[in-house]
């Protein structure tokens, strides 16, 4: 009776041809809200999820300049993975993880999480000591991780390039199996609709221009839409960060690059592991449509474009023919840009401001869109309770005044040097 039912509510949609309702109301905004959250992106909107779901509030606004989906969670390649080794960074992102984990229950809504693991590749001894150490402490933390040696790693990704004529030798990898990839857009439209369903307000097409203040404290924000007032305000813009800062009188040790990814024409499963290059900082997967997704570092000057850089696409293509020179003559079908906002540490900040009653949520360098449910998570618990988060404490913005600074750039993001 089911499977009958089924295949005729199938038939019936199949036929029918009038638009699908809408995920989230097109909001207006009101006067005021309790909160309001300048982004709408994957983290502005799961931290406005997180307020109404996890504690109550409702009253909330969320202000995206553009389009949902229309920045970064819209532009990068999805990956998602807790395989870190600088102590903070290891708990917060496998607690991302575990939240990715339930997400599509929790939002009722499929975000297409595919666990298909992750393999970090070393070029040589001494990076492969590195990935031992970094697999010893994601084990003492509670994370799976399972060194391969050469002999194993052929076996896993048996079309890498192996031969004595190999540009950058293969000694072994770091595999996490729980890692993999999540549809970038589907995070998007699911938060959104979930947020929307609670009573959050979300408004696009809404920029921020400036900020209401008394008395040095954030009341609420001048926008393209007239002022709105707030008690508590966040800033969540990904690569504009630091210009949305500067409007309410911070200048951040942030720094906007373009990180530029790539997608070619489909081809039989091929690549059935995200993996990463250790000798550059590239990372390949294949999407379920059979494209190659990949990409590598950012461009190497500052940029508030969304448009690709032809130096940075001849870097990436020479690093995936280095690897797999199987692929040298398939078409690249599209390129697009993401704007990063790279911190000195290549770690994020997350909290309070010198400003009462503002928020931040910025610097999250290549790792923000894995960060997606974590940081709305701790994010929304510290603008309901005015305090971080125990997870998030070690992100503070003063860290680097304090010593504190946490070196993901030296241990996270290591490249092979010869």
Same mark, same amino acid.
């Given at each position: 009776?089911?499977?009958?039912?089924?295949?005729?509510?199938?038939?019936?949609?199949?036929?029918?041809?009038?638009?699908?309702?809408?995920?989230?109301?097109?909001?207006?905004?009101?006067?005021?809200?309790?909160?309001? *959250?300048?982004?709408?992106?994957?983290?502005?909107?799961a931290?406005?999820?997180?307020?109404?779901?996890?504690?109550?509030?409702?009253?909330?606004?969320?202000?995206?300049?553009?389009?949902?989906?229309?920045?970064?969670?819209? !532009?990068?390649?999805?990956?998602?993975?807790?395989?870190?080794? $600088?102590?903070?960074?290891?708990?917060?992102?496998? #607690?991302?993880?575990?939240?990715?984990?339930?997400?599509s229950?929790?939002?009722?809504?499929?975000?297409?999480?595919?666990?298909?693991?992750?393999?970090?590749?070393?070029?040589?001894?001494? %990076?492969?000591?590195?990935?031992?150490?970094?697999?010893?402490?994601?084990?003492?933390?509670g994370?799976?991780?399972?060194?391969?040696?050469?002999?194993?790693l052929?076996?896993?990704?048996?079309?890498?390039?192996?031969?004595?004529?190999?540009?950058?030798?293969?000694?072994?990898?770091?595999?996490?199996?729980?890692?993999?990839?999540?549809?970038?857009?589907?995070?998007?439209?699911g938060?959104?609709?979930?947020?929307?369903?609670?009573?959050?307000?979300?408004i696009?097409?809404?920029?921020?221009?400036?900020?209401?203040?008394?008395?040095?404290?954030?009341?609420?924000?001048?926008?393209?839409?007239?002022?709105?007032g707030?008690?508590?305000?966040?800033?969540?813009?990904?690569?504009?960060?630091?210009?949305?800062?500067?409007?309410?009188?911070?200048r951040?040790?942030?720094?906007?690059?373009?990180?530029?990814?790539?997608?070619?024409?489909?081809?039989?499963?091929l690549?059935?592991?995200?993996?990463?290059?250790?000798?550059?900082?590239?990372?390949?997967?294949?999407?379920? !449509?059979?494209?190659?997704?990949?990409?590598?570092?950012?461009?190497?000057?500052?940029?508030?474009?969304?448009?690709?850089?032809?130096?940075?696409?001849? $870097?990436?293509?020479?690093?995936?023919?280095?690897?797999?020179?199987?692929?040298?003559?398939?078409?690249?079908?599209?390129?697009?840009?993401? *704007?990063?906002?790279?911190?000195?540490?290549?770690?994020?900040?997350?909290?309070?401001?010198?400003?009462?009653?503002?928020?931040?949520?910025?610097?999250?360098?290549? %790792?923000?869109?894995?960060?997606?449910p974590?940081?709305?998570?701790?994010?929304?618990?510290?603008?309901?309770?005015?305090?971080?988060?125990?997870? *998030? !404490?070690? #992100?503070?913005?003063?860290?680097?005044?304090?010593?504190?600074?946490?070196?993901?750039?030296?241990?996270?993001?290591?490249?092979?040097? %010869?």
């Open positions: 009776m089911n499977d009958t039912y089924s295949a005729l509510s199938l038939a019936r949609h199949a036929l029918d041809d009038s638009p699908w309702p809408a995920a989230w109301r097109k909001a207006e905004a009101r006067p005021g809200y309790d909160v309001v *959250i300048i982004g709408g992106g994957g983290h502005g909107l931290t406005a999820y997180y307020l109404a779901a996890n504690h109550g509030i409702r009253n909330v606004a969320v202000l995206e300049r553009g389009y949902i989906g229309s920045g970064n969670v819209g !532009r990068n390649t999805t990956l998602v993975r807790s395989n870190y080794q $600088t102590n903070g960074n290891t708990q917060f992102f496998e #607690f991302s993880l575990k939240l990715w984990e339930g997400l229950h929790a939002l009722n809504y499929n975000v297409m999480l595919s666990q298909r693991g992750q393999i970090v590749l070393a070029h040589g001894p001494g %990076q492969l000591d590195s990935l031992a150490r970094k697999g010893n402490t994601m084990l003492l933390n994370i799976e991780a399972e060194l391969l040696d050469r002999a194993a052929m076996r896993l990704l048996p079309y890498l390039d192996y031969s004595a004529r190999a540009r950058f030798p293969l000694y072994g990898g770091l595999l996490q199996r729980r890692a993999g990839t999540v549809r970038h857009d589907a995070v998007a439209w938060y959104a609709r979930a947020a929307d369903r609670l009573g959050v307000d979300i696009e097409n809404c920029e921020v221009t400036g900020f209401v203040t008394e008395g040095g404290r954030v009341t609420g924000v001048r926008t393209s839409r007239g002022e709105i707030a008690g508590r305000t966040a800033i969540s813009v990904a690569g504009h960060s630091s210009e949305v800062a500067r409007l309410a009188g911070l951040l040790p942030v720094e906007s690059h373009l990180l530029q990814a790539f997608v070619t024409e489909p081809v039989k499963p690549v059935d592991h995200v993996i990463s290059f250790g000798a550059e900082l590239f990372y390949i997967s294949q999407s379920d !449509r059979g494209g190659l997704v990949f990409g590598g570092h950012i461009d190497g000057f500052n940029s508030y474009t969304q448009r690709g850089q032809l130096p940075k696409v001849q $870097t990436v293509a020479e690093c995936a023919v280095a690897l797999m020179p199987s692929i040298s003559r398939l078409r690249i079908l599209r390129h697009w840009g993401g *704007i990063q906002d790279m911190t000195p540490d290549g770690s994020p900040f997350i909290g309070r401001t010198p400003v009462e009653n503002l928020y931040l949520n910025a610097g999250w360098c290549y %790792q923000g869109f894995k960060a997606t974590a940081t709305g998570w701790c994010f929304a618990h510290t603008l309901a309770h005015g305090d971080e988060h125990p997870l *998030i !404490r070690c #992100f503070s913005l003063d860290r680097f005044h304090h010593g504190d600074g946490l070196d993901e750039y030296g241990l996270g993001n290591w490249t092979w040097k %010869q």
